[in-house]
């Protein structure tokens, strides 16, 4: 069965630092660009960091610019996303997606062009 799995959510003290990871299983992801995306209580999911399949061309969202880096390891079939500097307002539910690279020749942190979803690790900044 293929499906994408996030981890390395956790709780954090505001300042410090969290690498998430997602793994693909049943697929390769070489050929897909992935997006991270986040959900916080009350609001609509917000697209924060993609990364594209091949030449890894990367865009973030403004408001994660600095703190968040997106890299890929195709070797592993895996994304990660390194968050340093964390804040209470990125307290969320942190969810990888995959689009086909064929589907979008363009990287994108918008969650209509993706396809497939993880289920998501929960971030909780917190003193």
């Known amino acids: 069965q293929s499906q994408l799995v996030e981890s390395g959510g956790g709780l954090v003290q505001p300042g410090g630092s969290l690498r998430l990871s997602c793994a693909a299983s049943?697929?390769?992801?070489?050929?897909?660009?992935i997006g991270w995306f986040r959900q916080a209580p009350g609001k609509e999911r917000e697209g924060v960091a993609c990364?594209?399949?091949?030449?890894?061309?990367?865009l973030y969202a403004d408001s994660v610019k600095g703190r968040f880096t997106i890299t890929r390891d195709n070797a592993k079939n895996a994304v990660y996303l390194q968050i340093n500097s964390l804040k209470p307002e990125d307290t969320a539910v942190y969810y990888c997606?995959?689009?086909?690279?064929?589907?979008?020749?363009?990287?994108?942190?918008?969650?209509?062009?993706?396809?497939?979803w993880g289920r998501g690790t929960q971030v909780t900044i917190s003193s």
């Open positions: 997606a995959a689009q086909p690279a064929i589907y979008m020749d363009y990287v994108s942190i918008e969650t209509a062009n993706f396809g497939y």
């Open positions: 049943g697929f390769a992801l070489d050929v897909y660009h």
């Open positions: 990364i594209s399949s091949s030449d890894r061309k990367t």
